[in-house]
């Protein structure tokens, strides 16, 4: 049992295991690439469910000349599509920070009046009524 596994590692040189490392991180990569044209033709909104239908199963029968043909016809607007997605999320992200935080709510509406009140850049009585305005809207 000990010898053949000398054998296994003696039949097996250095520079196959290299190829065979290098396949393998192709094939990691063809997938990677396969998945994200899939992801992006779901994601498009502009494309309507024929063209979706259509895309798919010119990607899954046909894999390669399907991902290469895609990249090919709509490579630039899905990049297009990522940086747009990405810019909504990053103003969905922006948009709950200041909520939760309470930057630019009525607290600091208020606290901005306050201030002015404080410099006597306002009267007490426009005070009063801009914090109920606050207040109610």
Do not use: C
Not at 5 to 28: E, G, K, Q, R, S
Not at 76 to 90: P, T
Not at 105 to 134: M, N, P
């Amino acid at each position: 049992m000990k010898e053949s596994m000398v054998n296994l590692a003696v039949d097996y040189p250095l520079l196959n295991m290299f190829w065979t490392m290098l396949m393998i991180f192709l094939w990691i990569l063809w997938f990677m690439l396969l998945f994200r044209v899939i992801g992006d033709i779901f994601r498009d909104d502009e494309l309507g469910g024929w063209g979706k239908a259509g895309w798919t199963a010119f990607v899954i029968l046909l894999p390669f000349l399907g991902v290469f043909v895609y990249l090919i016809a709509r490579g630039k607007s899905m990049g297009e599509r990522e940086l747009s997605r990405v810019r909504q999320n990053e103003e969905q992200f922006r948009s709950y920070v200041r909520e939760t935080a309470g930057t630019g709510g009525h607290a600091d509406e208020l606290a901005r009046l306050a201030e002015l009140k404080d410099r006597g850049a306002i009267t007490e009585a426009e005070f009063a009524q801009a914090k109920a305005k606050v207040l109610a809207g």
